[in-house]
């Protein structure tokens, strides 16, 4: 298992971008799916990306598919979430982690009981 680290939140106005990054050490890194899930306050945690350890593979919650792009870098250990159109309702902690052993992404995105470990989260705030 490895400790995610997500960076790359920040404060953004309605319609803007922000692009997350999810890091972790250790060569079981690409071995993994990782997913992005995100949780605001008094709300459940809701997944919303996932992609395969080879990259080939992606998932995405009908919420974010046509404003959110993940992608991974197996040689840097990251994983990405490129998100546009944002909007307030988009303000939430985002965290980043694998996913457990024999689960697709579609079934993390499901549900977010399907990650094993994930770091402290990057706050992303969408306010004009």
């Known amino acids: 298992q490895f400790q995610p680290v997500e960076s790359g939140g920040g404060l953004v106005q309605p319609g803007g971008s922000l692009r997350l990054t999810c890091t972790a050490s250790?060569?079981?890194?690409?071995?993994?799916?990782i997913g992005w899930f995100r949780q605001a306050p008094g709300k459940d945690r809701e997944g919303l990306a996932c992609?395969?350890?080879?990259?080939?593979?992606?998932a995405y919650a009908d919420s974010v598919e046509a404003r959110f792009t993940i992608s991974r870098n197996n040689d840097k250990g990251a994983v990405y979430l490129s998100m546009n159109i944002l909007q307030p309702e988009d303000t939430a902690t985002y965290f980043c982690?694998?996913?457990?052993?024999?689960?697709?992404?579609?079934?993390?995105?499901?549900?977010?009981?399907?990650?094993?470990?994930w770091g402290q989260g990057t706050q992303v705030t969408v306010s004009s």
């Open positions: 982690g694998p996913a457990r052993s024999g689960t697709s992404c579609q079934s993390l995105i499901n549900d977010p009981d399907n990650f094993i470990s």
């Open positions: 250790g060569s079981t890194f690409r071995s993994y799916s």
């Open positions: 992609v395969s350890s080879g990259g080939l593979v992606t």
